[in-house]
């Protein structure tokens, strides 16, 4: 993740009300929308890397934090699985689990490092 990914998906989380559990997104009224819906104003983890940075980057993404989240996670035994998609199982459970509150997820993301030209350069905060 980049440091000006990191600052966006930050700023997208500024306040509680800007996070969701069990669907991608959420219009005012808490109804489900797609993470690209222009009347979303709220946001699960996966969600929100697709709005901020399109499907192509945000399956990127999506690997990189779930490292971070689950390491010890062990590649399936069925490798015809698409390793995006796993990983972006692993942040929706992550996102969706029992207990799981804001100021965790916000912890969670703060912490993740930044890397550049493909090298870490820089552990957690901002």
């Not at 709005?51 to 993404?61: D, I, K, S, Y």
């Not at 972006?88 to 993301?109: S, V, Y």
């Amino acid at each position: 993740m980049l440091r000006e990914e990191k600052d966006q998906l930050l700023a997208l989380f500024d306040a509680p009300q800007r996070w969701c559990r069990n669907v991608e997104a959420c219009d005012a009224k808490g109804e489900p929308v797609s993470y690209d819906d222009i009347t979303a104003v709220a946001w699960d983890i996966t969600g929100a890397l697709c709005h901020l940075f399109g499907w192509n980057r945000a399956c990127e993404l999506f690997g990189q934090i779930a490292r971070q989240i689950k390491p010890a996670t062990r590649r399936q035994a069925w490798e015809s699985r698409d390793p995006s998609i796993e990983a972006m199982r692993t942040l929706q459970e992550f996102n969706d689990k029992e207990g799981m509150t804001f100021e965790r997820l916000r912890t969670t993301l703060e912490a993740l490092p930044i890397w550049s030209a493909g090298r870490r350069v820089e552990h957690g905060a901002g």
